[in-house]
């Protein structure tokens, strides 16, 4: 069965344990192969993925035998919000690959996945602002899925905040000016 497939059968089946509020999804001592397979379906770049991540996310309890390190720092040092646009929940989902791949001993062979499904969280939040704006927080999704491909941590600068400040800006008269026609 393709690993793909694997993955979203193994994310929708601990979803569909978690909304059906049945027994722990963890009735016995939890394996690092269970652990393992858990971390992966909630950290892959689908929608799908994050998703079940969010629905575990409320609901830790749940997972409590897990051990799963949910702490965050959202977007570190950068802003959650920047200009408005919303990555919190985009930087946490982040953080917790990063904390818990790193606590299992596997972090480097599933780094350059974790920032890719950061970068598609980013764009998913971005989809969801108006096509005159939405540049303005692509650019932005760019610069933090580039930080921390390098840098591991997302770190902008001011001039990079600048600029799609002035995206934002000019997405913003453009659709001033298409509502008044």
Not at 8 to 30: C, E, H, K, R, W
Not at 44 to 73: C, E, I, L, P
Not at 81 to 107: I, M, T, W
């Amino acid at each position: 069965m393709p690993r793909r497939l694997l993955t979203a059968l193994a994310a929708g089946t601990f979803a569909v344990l978690a909304i059906l509020g049945s027994a722990s999804p963890a009735a016995a001592a939890v394996t690092p192969e269970q652990k393992l397979a858990v971390l992966s379906s909630w950290t892959q770049t689908s929608a799908g993925s994050y998703n079940a991540w969010n629905s575990a996310r409320t609901n830790q309890g749940a997972w409590a035998d897990y051990a799963f390190n949910w702490t965050t720092d959202y977007c570190s040092s950068s802003p959650d919000n920047p200009l408005g646009f919303d990555f919190e929940l985009s930087c946490y989902r982040h953080d917790f690959g990063y904390r818990n791949y790193k606590a299992v001993s596997q972090f480097d062979p599933n780094k350059a996945r974790l920032d890719s499904a950061f970068y598609e969280d980013l764009r998913r939040s971005c989809a969801t602002y108006n096509v005159f704006v939405r540049p303005a927080c692509n650019s932005l999704a760019w610069t933090y899925y580039q930080a921390v491909r390098v840098f591991g941590s997302v770190i902008i600068s001011q001039s990079d905040l600048d600029k799609a400040a002035e995206l934002k800006a000019d997405g913003e008269r453009r659709a001033a000016a298409a509502a008044a026609r």
